[in-house]
Each structure stands twice: as C-alpha cells, then as structure tokens.
C-alpha cells in the first residue's frame, strides 16, 4: 500500500517524525503537499482535508497520514499505527505502551521547544513576542532541556536489553524521534548543546548510530529531507542560545 | 483486579482525566498519594517510582497508573489502554485510532491551558510571569477556544451515529475528557465561556448528559472529586478571563 503523508511542504515541523518512520520502514509514501498543485495534490490537498465540510474525521492539523481508507492524525498516532505496522515498535502490550509513552513524552519536550520562541501566540511573529521568548528559552536550556535529556539517557542506561536503544532490543520510532529532536537542538541552541551534549553521552551514541542505518543515512543526504530553518519548531535565534564562551584573553 | 493511580493529591490535574475513565469504567482502583505515608503510601510512594533508580521504566511525571505489573505514563496512554479494557472505545482499529487521536488533541488544548497562566516557565510563580500570561490569556480566549472548540462541536455534529458522542456509537474516553475540559475552562473563564457555550451547543449538550451519567453523577457529589482551585490547569485568574459585560447606564 502506498501511503500520502500530508503536512506543510517547506519545513520539517512535526512531519519529520513520521517522514523518518516510513523511510526507515522502507514504506512507499507520497508527500503529498510537497507535489503539484496541477497534479491535484501541493497545499490545496492537504487543506481539504481540514476544510471540506463532508470529511467525517478531520484532523486538527497536519501531519496526518492516509493509509487506504483510513485518515489517522496526530503525531504519536500516526507513529503508534506505523509501529504496528512496520516492526518499529514491540508487539507485546507493556513494550507497545512504553514505547508509546515515551513518543508521547518526546512530543511534550518538542511543544516545551516550540514555546521557546513562541510563548505568546503562534500566530504571532517571533519579533513580537522576543522579550517573553528569552525568558522562556533560558528556561528550557538551564531547566527543562537538562530534565528531559537526563531522563531519557537515564532510560537508555536501565533498558535491560542494553540494547543502546530506548524500548527494547530494537529499534523503535521512539528512537527516530529521539535522533531528529537531538538534531534539531543542535540546530537551535549550538551553544547550550555543547555541554548537553557531553553529559549524555548515550543519547550522542543513539544520534550517532541511527544517523549511520542505511535508510536514514540516504535519506538524509537525498532531496527529500528538507533543511532546518527558521519557519520549524527548532529556531536558531542567537539570542535564545547560551551566551558564547569568551575567549580567554592572552597573557 | 485493582488498579493504582498515582498523581499529585490535592489537585485535580491531569490526573482527573484517568479518574473519570476509572469511575466510568466502574473499576476499583486506590489514588495511592491521597492515602496516608502509615499505610506506604502518599506522596512518598509517588515519588518512589519517579526517583527510584531501580525501577527500569520509569514515567517522566505524574499521572501514571499501576495495573498488574504495567505501569503505564502520559495521560492519552493510560486512557488508550483503560478504553480497551473496559469497553470505552470502539474495538476496531479505525475507531481506536480516531478516540486517540482526539484524545492527543484534548491533550493539545489542555496544555494551551496551562501555558495561558504560565507563559514563561511552571516553576515560577504566575505573577512573576502576569505580564506574559495576560497576552497569552487573550489569545487562548479569542483564537485558540474558539478553534478548538468549534472543531470539537464539528465532530459531535459529523458523527455519522448522530450519537451525541465524539466517536462512534457510543461513550468513549474522549467524551469524558471533553467533559472535564468544559468543566475546567468554565471554572477558569466563566465570562469568556458564556458566549463560547452558547455558540457550541452540542459540546454544552455532552457536558449535560456526562454529568447525569449515574456513575459521573455520583463520583461528582463524593469526597473522591476534588474542586478546580488556583493550583491545577484550569485556575481563575479575572484579569485572564474576558472583561465582564458593563451593566448599561439607567436613562
């Protein structure tokens, strides 16, 4: 079966989560609104499925994914159906529901990194909300990033399997999610990251290693893998990273 | 057998949503930290499964659920997994799938809440972030409610059972959680949520019905509810609610 993802063509966003799962699942999919509107696809499809007055189950926003006649939205359900379906999640009950949990936990940290620079409206320019935004942002990289980050290097060390990946003895779409979040922390705050970085060294390891399996290499040096930019969730605004370390001054 | 809900004692939080799925569901279940710390339980056994660096999958924050030797984080999990069990949500996975992922836009709603009193970061106090909260509090008022309020009486009006219900034929999870959202935002902004019900009166019709539902009924007039207050998502604030109507000047 060949999927249609839909979500906005020209940046990452919440879409990348689950454009990772069906490249490493080797699915066939269509990004639809990324093709031509003379095709019938491009934007103008993906908003009718938000705006037609006859779609039964309309999604609040995308990503969503077409799966046959199914219409299935929100991030962590796209990935819970995905799971299911392609081997990137366990099929045991607690396995299925740990690694759900953990998507669920990720997709809290990625809103936490959205409000950072939009804590007053998204509707809003970042320019208009720049004041509230860095004190929010300071308080994700010196309180709420050290948290997360500490609490899944701390999962990664007690899975039992010692696996180096999240949930289990395989990997899941946890894990995937968990790469492109590192990732887009890199992106954002290239300061603060140094030292977040270093004091997790298996959550390096995991970005490492998933950057490296065949699929998701190739993906991420193909067309497809849109750039980080300052439309997505992860922003560089200088401003909102740590503050650079002076250079000592020569004696 | 009898479940174990472990979330903060004195508020309703997201905790409330689990607990009208477990007093819907007719399940015995014990709120292991309103218990008292003689009998081994309380806070000090919430904290255990959060700081104890032997337990293996450890939940990220409260609410968590123990069923048997699961023990199950994230809200929209804990329900995901109730509603199976105890027959509140469809069977199929298409029904499954869509109860979820309204579930996962509740959840979305409900932390737009809180972000409205706490713009800057949790940990601090709301008036060292009023300022923020004000812009905020006006935006969730006039943009975000009335979107997400108006897609949730879209889908009561869409569904093709014409049950009265979010999904399906009948009561699922979602509903009550809808419920308890309604209930919190009137506590939270009663001004602004007059003109807001009237305008979504098939949401104000399942908000009714939840409420006279036997068991609904009767765990809303026990001990076992708490009342909303300035310490959970939905707080009063009247500088955050819209500005009351002015009474017109006698001639």
């Known amino acids: 079966m060949r999927y249609e ?3 906005w063509p020209s940046i990452q966003g919440r879409g990348e989560f689950v454009r990772l ?3 490493q699942a080797g699915a066939e999919y269509i990004d639809v609104a990324r093709r031509s509107e003379a095709s019938g696809m491009g934007v103008s499809a993906l908003m009718r499925w938000l705006e037609d007055d006859t779609v039964v189950c309309p999604p609040f926003a995308p990503p969503y994914l ?3 006649k199914l219409v299935i939205g929100q991030t962590a359900n796209i990935l819970l159906f995905l799971g299911a379906r392609h081997r990137l999640a366990p099929k045991d009950e607690a396995g299925r529901l740990w690694t759900h949990q953990l998507q669920l936990t990720i997709a809290d940290l990625v809103s936490e990194v959205h409000e950072s620079h939009h804590p007053i409206a998204s509707r809003l320019y970042y320019e208009d909300q720049r004041q509230a935004a860095r004190r929010r942002a300071a308080d994700l990289r010196t309180q709420r990033l050290p948290k997360y980050l500490g609490y899944f290097e701390r999962i990664l060390e007690r899975n039992p399997h010692a ?3 999240l949930s289990g003895k395989t990997l899941t ?3 995937l999610s968990m790469f492109q ?3 887009g922390l ?3 705050f290239p300061h603060a990251m140094i030292g977040l970085t270093a004091g997790h060294p298996r959550l390096e390891a995991l970005r490492v290693r998933i950057a490296a399996l065949p699929r998701i290499a190739a993906y991420l040096a193909s067309k497809r893998r849109l750039r980080f930019s300052q439309q997505g969730i992860f922003r560089h605004y200088p401003e909102l990273d740590a503050p650079r370390a002076k250079p000592r001054a020569r004696r």
Chains 1, 2 share one sequence.
């Open 5 to 7: 993802l839909f979500y």
């Open 21 to 23: 799962a069906l490249e």
């Open 66 to 68: 077409k799966a046959g």
């Open 163 to 165: 696996s180096g990946y």
């Open 173 to 175: 779409y946890a894990d």
């Open 181 to 183: 979040v590192i990732m």
């Open 186 to 188: 890199r992106y954002a």
